[in-house]
């Protein structure tokens, strides 16, 4: 279970470290001393009084107590979802369904059968539709001089003469335009032209593979139900052979969860940048909502947990690993913004269908509930409203929560209810507690050990953002 709250001030320890997290000015307050944290702890909570200098027996540590009693009684302004969209518009990122189709049958694709998002009719986009949806990003941020456009599916590739269009007439109409490319990718289908297109334009690749054979085989399949792992690999070794960098996106399944560790080790030998490993995302078809086997994800926090600390202890230790899954809550640390919005909801990630409507993100689409306009007539603002109004009604109780600027609501899919949102499942945010508990003190002893290491998230830096390590 995570420490304890006190309006502006989390209380919490880990690993024989004692902490005060200022929340509203992000700061870290460690106490070396265990019996000066219990006192100072339950002076805060009114169970002793402290007055004088001599109360504590140290003068840096009763005025830490000032400090730290006064956030103790503040509270931070009530965040609202739709004034942030107003002062943070439509970005210079998109992302295009080019295909609502898959060559392959996922057991737990968040994309329906086949990657259709239940519009069996909808399957492909036109050159059109294409067009008007980057004139939409290109018209929404005029003064920009760096788009950036996600090919999304079903799989991608099986659209490869609308992908090669796109990255052609973005060329053509807009030379003064800086455009970079982004790809979830199965794999399955890359061969020669694909590699060529490949290295003709700047793109970052992003591969879904669950791990090993006997684990990848398990949920990734083929239409057909035979497993499509030799054929990925086969296609990895392509793209090595053609010195193209990927990253891979794994989902874990519960029963292997026991495997985190050597999962994570095996897309490292594979050559992968980027390591993302996520869980499985099976939605109650009678809610839309996120189902959520506590226990389940208790076991699979414990294995995280494991690996994460022991990435730690390399880094601490002076070591060089090749992947620091955490590298991007660090991020969020260093750069703490007061937004509660952690991805690109209703802006960086706005994704347009195949028809061209455009949804929140790529993961609600064909949810018409989510739905805010389309590529023909535009964004409507009065739904964009409303959907902000109902995210905030149904996450009130992240308003005052300590770990609200890392957490930034998670992934607002998981609690889409229908036309309207549901509150988080509240063992499932104590577990993702724990987890920031952890990142907190990970960042301040890198900060104490290793300080270098945060330089790479510094704004002049931000080309080195990512999960691979990096040392200045």
Request: with cysteine; net charge positive.
């Amino acid at each position: 279970m995570p420490g304890i709250q006190l309006n502006n001030l989390h209380i919490f320890s880990n690993n024989s470290a004692y902490f005060f997290y200022d929340i509203k000015n992000n700061r870290i307050i460690a106490v070396n001393n265990a019996k000066i944290f219990h006192k100072l702890k339950k002076a805060l909570q009114n169970k002793i009084t402290v007055k004088t200098k001599a109360d504590l027996k140290n003068n840096k540590i009763l005025d830490e107590y000032l400090y730290l009693k006064k956030m103790s009684e503040q509270k931070e302004k009530v965040f609202n979802t739709n004034d942030f969209l107003k002062k943070n518009p439509f970005t210079s990122k998109i992302t295009l369904m080019v295909t609502q189709n898959c060559n392959l049958n996922c057991v737990y694709c968040y994309g329906g059968e086949s990657g259709t998002y239940g519009q069996e009719n909808k399957k492909f986009m036109t050159k059109e539709i294409a067009k008007k949806a980057i004139k939409l990003l290109i018209d929404r941020n005029k003064k920009s001089k760096h788009y950036e456009i996600t090919f999304f599916g079903g799989e991608p590739l099986l659209k490869i003469s609308l992908i090669k269009y796109v990255m052609k007439y973005c060329r053509d109409n807009y030379p003064d335009k800086n455009f970079i490319y982004n790809m979830t990718t199965n794999g399955t289908l890359i061969n020669d032209e694909v590699i060529k297109i490949f290295k003709q334009n700047p793109i970052s690749l992003l591969m879904s593979i669950d791990g090993p054979k006997e684990i990848h085989n398990y949920n990734i399949k083929l239409r057909s139900g035979a497993g499509s792992f030799n054929l990925i690999i086969k296609n990895i070794k392509l793209l090595k052979k053609n010195n193209i960098k990927f990253s891979i996106r794994s989902t874990l399944d519960d029963q292997f969860s026991h495997e985190y560790s050597n999962i994570a080790k095996y897309f490292l030998k594979l050559g992968a940048n980027n390591i993302f490993i996520s869980r499985t995302c099976d939605y109650d078809e009678n809610s839309n909502l996120l189902k959520i086997d506590i226990e389940k994800d208790k076991k699979k926090a414990k294995y995280v947990n494991e690996y994460n600390n022991k990435v730690l202890d390399e880094l601490l230790s002076g070591k060089k690993p090749k992947s620091v899954p955490f590298f991007s809550l660090l991020e969020r640390i260093h750069n703490a913004t007061k937004d509660l919005m952690g991805c690109g909801f209703l802006r960086g990630a706005t994704a347009v269908s195949t028809d061209g409507s455009l949804y929140i993100c790529h993961r609600f689409v064909g949810i018409d509930d989510f739905k805010f306009g389309d590529v023909n007539n535009g964004i409507d603002y009065n739904v964009i409203k409303s959907i902000s109004k109902k995210l905030d009604n149904a996450t009130n109780q992240c308003q005052q929560c300590f770990a609200k600027n890392i957490c930034k609501r998670s992934c607002i899919r998981n609690i889409a209810y229908y036309d309207k949102f549901a509150p988080f499942n509240e063992d499932d945010c104590d577990l993702m507690k724990d987890m920031i508990e952890f990142y907190l003190y990970a960042y301040y002893k890198i900060k104490k050990e290793r300080s270098g290491l945060l330089a790479r998230f510094n704004p002049q830096n931000n080309k080195n953002r990512g999960n691979s390590y990096s040392e200045k």
